[in-house]
């Protein structure tokens, strides 16, 4: 007998992947024998065919709606797919569209918000829930009813390459560049990082390679801290995570996967995200809003830091 064939959408940028390793994690044990393939997109693709949940991962090239040899493209790759069933764990109007990619006499079942789905999420406050729990009640709707934990065991890098010696803490200052308000300004890092240096815990900056201004500024007011923006890989960072003391970062993807790596985190919220719906979720995540970011205080941060010398 052939075995089933799932198809998971998952489409969004690195954070949205970090809230959905539970969810990723559900479907492989419900789909024990099924051959799972995984659509995501090119920054992602490659360290999660590492992971344990996938079978194959396919990258979406995210054709525009004018473009009608990408769209016709994707739409032959996913008839050849011959899924029996879709989770989009995306549940956006892109994702829903690709519903209607498929030859109508072909479609498999689709759980998610697409209409004519099979197993639609229906549930009528799924856009006041936090990412994690409306993706759980949406495969729950699908039948899928164990809730597996974020694991992230999977993944690793050989962070000796570094040479970091002694506790460390991780800083990470930046975010999507087109959401500047959700950034703590880099000279209040700089007064953690200065403050880490004279607690001998060395600051340890984490961030894409375009964040390396930021790690600029807070080197100026700590000179001991490690920059090492644009030289980790995902699984670099978990590594980072487990050894760290603690970190301190901005809502974006990294400090998502710091966080569910297990590392005690501060996670800094301006008005320009919810916790509520997208917090990080770990075994230890402290979260800190203020409407504009500019007007937190580090000593407010310190504070939170201060119990960790204890453990």
Not at 131 to 139: C, N, P, T, V, Y
Request: proline share 8%; aromatic share 8%; glycine share 8%.
């Amino acid at each position: 007998m052939a075995r089933p064939r799932i198809l998971v959408l998952k489409l969004g940028a690195l954070g949205n992947i970090i809230l959905s390793l539970g969810p990723f994690a559900s479907i492989r044990r419900h789909h024990a024998d099924a051959h799972i393939t995984l659509l995501t997109l090119k920054p992602y693709a490659e360290w999660l065919a590492t992971a344990p949940y996938f079978d194959e991962v396919w990258i979406d090239d995210r054709p525009e709606w004018w473009d009608v040899r990408g769209t016709l493209a994707l739409r032959k790759r996913l008839a050849a797919g011959r899924f029996d069933r879709v989770y989009d764990l995306q549940t956006s109007g892109r994702s829903s569209r690709y519903f209607r990619l498929f030859p109508r006499n072909a479609r498999p079942e689709w759980s998610g918000i697409a209409p004519g789905a099979s197993h639609p999420d229906a549930d009528p406050g799924r856009n006041h829930m936090h990412d994690i729990d409306r993706q759980f009640s949406q495969l729950r709707q699908a039948g899928v009813t164990d809730r597996a934990p974020a694991d992230l065991s999977w993944t690793g890098g050989d962070i000796a390459r570094f040479g970091i010696t002694g506790p460390f803490a991780l800083l990470v200052p930046g975010c999507s560049p087109h959401r500047p308000g959700k950034r703590w300004p880099a000279g209040r890092y700089g007064a953690v990082a200065a403050w880490l240096d004279a607690q001998e815990i060395t600051p340890v900056i984490v961030g894409s390679a375009s964040e390396r201004g930021l790690a600029d500024t807070i080197r100026a007011a700590a000179p001991a801290a490690r920059d090492l923006t644009g030289q980790t890989t995902l699984g670099d960072v978990a590594s980072l995570a487990r050894a760290a003391r603690f970190a301190v970062g901005n809502d974006t993807g990294p400090m998502h996967l710091i966080a569910t790596a297990g590392c005690r985190s501060v996670v800094l919220f301006s008005n320009d995200s919810d916790p509520a719906l997208c917090a990080p979720r770990g075994a230890d995540v402290h979260v800190l809003r203020r409407p504009d970011l500019a007007t937190l205080d580090p000593e407010v941060v310190l504070a939170l830091l201060t119990p960790a010398f204890a453990v």
